[in-house]
């Protein structure tokens, strides 16, 4: 009776209390589902793009790996070792598609392929950083057609090595990680352009996501999980920056995707419920205490056990209990493995542990922790032994900070640094200091470890003691050093081939400038590049070359060269065979011999002339022993001595002091003057001929000696100076009589010259004499004809006559005028005679006043004035400064000066213009000033081959065109004029332009006293 009501009660409840919590548990269940389904997708998702970011970071560290160990050894290794060394890695290593080498313009040195994709242009702008970067953004290879990036690297010293890196293996990778074909898996640069995304998942729907919030909040560091819109919905996406490249990796499932197993799970629990119900109601009664009470209480019970102290045998009851279902034997089940699981893992922990400490305690390397500050909390016994401390204890007493350590703080900034933005530092090398204070090279790998709330934990790294690698490597490079010194200061040049393609692989600076080629222009030439290039200087001589020197060591010879310029020279080789590195080579070493070639040439050059000279030499060339035996002569030697050829003149004459000297002691006399002295020059000795007559030869000769100063032999030469002895004789004889005829003529000559000298001075007694003479009744003769032209005219032509009368009496009128010019004109001959004679005998009167020389002029001027003609067509002017010194001179000599040079103007002057001009200028260092007068004509002009002898006495010059008229006057004006200014040291000359008229200039020295009397300018 009690289990129908029992069960309609159960029913009852069930169907009435269980309605609404069914319901509310189903949606409850719906949203944990849900909510579960989110958590394991974005689990998912975020171990996925953890690890495919872990996967790309160490696809780009092993990409990094290969640059750099490239990168060290272009910075140790020529270029060819620096090429192989690129090829080989990349067949060992197959993550790039071609590997490049620039120089520090950007400028392509080698490549692996040699050509290929992805050439760098020239001039590429390189950042000097040790740590490899992504230097451009995917492309598509045009050789594979796959996905490729360039990452470089610098060189230490200048360049960078450059990788173009394939992302087909990314591809691969994310292609296998994928399990869901909802997924979405992207790789995008750091703009946000797609660049990886496997094959057959959903797409994005465009090219670039650079604008979604996942990709922004990504770049900005805040990435997390969010919901993304895309084309088909939303989408649960997780977006991660990957440190190394800037890429961004973004995984997403669709939201569709993600609630779909919660709908499912969902209805297959409203169906369960259903079908729950009705099992319930029938079965409720009978298997309630059975099957849920009991089994209940027991499973809690051994649950409960389990948790207080669980064992292996409660482990066992536990899968072995009186379940009554068997999802409560299941979950009994799991509950056991799970325990099972855990006493396992505990054991492992504590064998891992024992492990670590065993490998802790036991490693080579240095092993370290230390806290944020620098304060040491752990280390092992291998770094207290590097540091030459006694153990881990004595290091963690003595060393409060590790800041105590480092040879330079700097580097504990970089490694900071690295630890604070990337969490790890790899590979840094630097010195740090020893507890006795020596230091060591060291190599530091270390990362951050933070704690759960994101702040720095502490540094856990590892040191290794590089020291003798580091030693090594300076050493290596002081030896490199010192060759390329050596190779650089060698004088010759030195060229390194390639032994089986002859290519140049290196040069010094010495060779560079031989062939007139820049060190990168040099290098790949080959040896037909710098040579003539055709036989015997060609490629082929040169291989043959090569071969003997690798067949016989060193090998030198002459070779004809070529520079750059075209130029040829010549050069003297060496060649050496060598292998470095298991490379042939060939090492050249090469000097100039231009200079000795063309010093050869002119070397036969002069000897062939030399040996013509003495062939054809006009006297005679010899050399011979000390002992007298002939060693060489020339044609005229033996011709000389009256022999046919100079061989048969050293095959007869055996002793020159017996067979070619007259007398033998004058060889001994000159074989002793040699001796003393070195040398004989132009001794005249008595040669011999062979039929035995003799003749006078002229010897000239030197004593050869050797570098110790011992006598070797005795060259020289001769000539047949025989006709010159007679001539010098008959000379002499003609020079004797000569004397006696010098002696007789010369006595001659006193007497001319006595009588001379008697005729002179009767010449210049006579014409003072004469002059005085003359002077005195041409006064009369000239004031009785001016006087009688006066009475005339007043008596005889002041009244009124007949015509005819008056007619004569202007005819006696002009005889009388006539007669007066005339006579004044003979007053001045006979003056001009007697000046000339009184300055030439020296008694002419100098009567020196200070004169005002403006009055002089002047008084000369207005007396020319009165010369002038009548007609006008002269013009006298006159340029005149306001003050002038004062002259100390003789005040009628400079008139009769200015009146000679005035009266000669006006002469030769027929129409135009006279011009007088005077004026002061700056003197010699002797003179103060001087005083120039110039007086220029238009007249006919002086000839130039007159203009020095027109101040000689007597010298006139004939007008042009009236060789028939003769001249007016002595010839004794200017000459005086000359006398009259060199006596006051003066000087006086005349410039002239045929047919244009002359200029006569006078120049009259200023005593210093007096060019202080000017009157101030102005």
Not at 534 to 560: D, I, T, V
Not at 698 to 712: K, Y
Not at 714 to 729: C, P, W
Not at 760 to 780: G, I, N, Q
Request: aromatic fraction near 6%; charged fraction near 25%.
């Amino acid at each position: 009776m009690s289990s129908p009501r029992l069960s309609s009660i159960v029913e009852k409840t069930i169907a009435a209390r269980l309605r609404v919590p069914v319901l509310a548990f189903g949606l409850l269940l719906g949203c944990l589902l849900g909510a579960m389904q989110y958590r394991t997708v974005s689990q998912h998702n975020l171990e996925l793009s953890a690890a495919m970011s872990q996967y790309v970071e160490q696809y780009l560290g092993n990409a990094e790996g290969v640059l750099q160990a490239l990168a060290l050894q272009a910075s140790r290794s020529d270029e060819a070792a620096v090429a192989q060394a690129m090829q080989a890695m990349l067949q060992a290593v197959p993550l790039f598609e071609r590997l490049v080498r620039l120089d520090a313009q950007g400028v392509v040195l080698s490549g692996a392929p040699p050509e290929g994709l992805l050439l760098p242009q020239p001039g590429r702008q390189l950042e000097a950083s040790a740590r490899v970067r992504v230097a451009t953004r995917p492309r598509v290879s045009p050789a594979t057609g796959n996905l490729v990036v360039e990452v470089e690297c610098s060189i230490p010293g200048g360049g960078a090595m450059v990788g173009a890196l394939s992302l087909e293996a990314l591809t691969g990778s994310m292609r296998s990680l994928v399990t869901g074909g909802d997924d979405l898996l992207l790789l995008t640069d750091e703009a946000g352009a797609v660049m990886v995304q496997p094959p057959g998942l959903q797409g994005p729907g465009e090219d670039n996501i650079g604008h979604w919030p996942a990709f922004q909040r990504a770049k900005t560091g805040e990435g997390s999980i969010m919901l993304q819109r895309m084309e088909g919905g939303f989408c649960l996406t997780v977006a991660r920056e990957l440190s190394h490249s800037g890429w961004v990796l973004l995984v997403s499932r669709p939201l569709v995707a993600l609630l779909r197993p919660a709908v499912l799970a969902l209805a297959v629990y409203l169906a369960s419920v259903a079908l729950l119900y009705v099992v319930l109601r029938a079965v409720i009664r009978q298997e309630m205490v059975r099957r849920v009470t009991a089994p209940l209480q027991a499973f809690a019970e051994a649950i409960r056990a389990l948790g207080v102290a669980p064992s292996a045998r409660q482990t066992d009851s536990l899968q072995q209990g009186p379940w009554t279902f068997e999802e409560l034997a299941g979950l009994a089940e799991a509950v056991a493995r799970m325990a099972q699981r855990v006493q396992e893992r505990e054991t492992a922990l504590r064998e891992s542990e024992t492990r670590y400490r065993t490998m802790y305690e036991n490693a080579i390397e240095g092993i370290f922790r230390v806290n944020p500050q620098g304060v040491m909390l752990d280390c092992n016994p291998a770094m207290a032994r590097m540091f030459g401390y006694v153990d881990e204890a004595d290091v963690l007493r003595s060393v409060p900070t590790v800041a105590l350590a480092y040879a330079d703080l700097e580097h504990r900034a970089i490694i900071l640094e690295s630890l604070y933005k990337e969490g790890q530092i790899t590979g840094h090398e630097l010195p740090m200091l020893r507890k006795d204070g020596s230091s060591i090279w060291v190599m530091v790998n270390a990362v951050a470890v933070y704690d759960e709330a994101g702040a720095l934990e502490c540094i856990e790294g590892m040191l290794t003691d590089i020291t003798p690698r580091k030693r090594t490597e300076a050493e290596l490079e002081a030896s490199q050093e010192f060759f390329r010194t050596v190779f650089e200061g060698i004088h010759d040049g030195l060229v390194v081939q390639d032994a089986d393609s002859g290519r140049i692989l290196d040069v010094n600076k010495r060779a560079c400038e031989m062939f007139g080629y820049s060190y990168q222009g040099m290098l790949g030439l080959d040896v037909q590049q710098i040579s003539l290039g055709e036989p015997p200087y060609s490629l082929q001589e040169a291989w043959g070359h090569l071969c003997r020197a690798r067949e016989q060591g060193a090998y030198s010879f002459e070779w004809l060269s070529r520079r750059k310029s075209g130029e040829l020279f010549w050069s003297d080789v060496t060649l050496s065979f060598a292998t470095f590195a298991g490379a042939a080579r060939y090492i050249a070493t090469i000097r100039d011999i231009s200079e000795r070639k063309h010093m050869e040439l002119a070397r036969r050059e002069a000897e062939a002339r030399y040996r013509a000279l003495v062939h054809n030499a006009p006297v005679g060339i010899f050399s011979s022993s000390l002992e007298g035996l002939l060693l060489s002569a020339n044609p005229e030697m033996a011709r000389m001595l009256g022999y046919a050829t100079p061989e048969e003149l050293q095959a007869e004459v055996l002793d020159l002091g017996a067979n070619v000297y007259v007398d033998a002691r004058d060889r001994v006399g000159i074989l002793d003057r040699l001796m003393q002295h070195g040398s004989v020059h132009s001794h005249e000795v008595r040669f011999k001929r062979k039929d035995g007559s003799w003749f006078w030869c002229s010897l000239t000769a030197r004593l050869v000696r050797n570098e110790e100063g011992a006598p070797l032999h005795i060259e020289g030469f001769q000539m047949d100076v025989t006709s010159r002895k007679d001539v010098e004789a008959a000379g002499e004889q003609l020079r004797e009589q000569l004397e006696q005829l010098v002696a007789e003529r010369t006595k001659e000559l006193r007497q001319a010259n006595a009588r001379l000298l008697e005729l002179d001075r009767l010449k210049t007694s006579f014409l003072s004499s004469a002059s005085h003479e003359l002077r005195t009744p041409l006064t009369s003769i000239l004031g009785f004809a001016k006087l009688t032209g006066k009475m005339f005219r007043r008596h005889f032509l002041a009244g009124e006559e007949a015509a005819g009368v008056r007619q004569h009496g202007e005819r006696i009128a002009g005889n009388l005028e006539i007669i007066a010019k005339e006579g004044a004109r003979l007053s001045r001959l006979v003056n001009d005679l007697l000046d000339i004679n009184a300055i030439e005998s020296g008694m002419m009167a100098w009567r020196d006043t200070d004169v005002d020389l403006r009055d002089v002029l002047e008084q000369a001027v207005a007396s020319a004035r009165g010369m002038l003609p009548a007609s006008g067509r002269v013009r006298l002017d006159t340029r005149f400064p306001e003050a002038l010194p004062p002259l100390r001179i003789d005040h009628d000599k400079i008139l009769q000066v200015l009146q000679n040079l005035l009266n000669n103007a006006v002469k030769f002057t027929m129409a135009g213009e006279i011009r007088v001009e005077a004026r002061l200028q700056a003197g010699p260092a002797e003179t103060a000033a001087v005083v120039e007068i110039r007086v220029e004509d238009t007249g006919q002009g002086i000839p130039a081959a007159s203009l020095e002898t027109i101040f000689e006495k007597f010298y006139q010059i004939v007008p042009e065109g009236r060789d028939e008229e003769k001249p007016r006057g002595t010839g004794l004006g200017l000459a005086i004029c000359k006398e009259i200014v060199e006596h006051y040291g003066g000087r006086i000359w005349a410039e002239s332009i045929p047919g244009a008229g002359s200029t006569f200039i006078v120049q009259l020295p200023v005593q210093r006293e007096l060019v202080c009397l000017l009157p101030p300018a102005g």
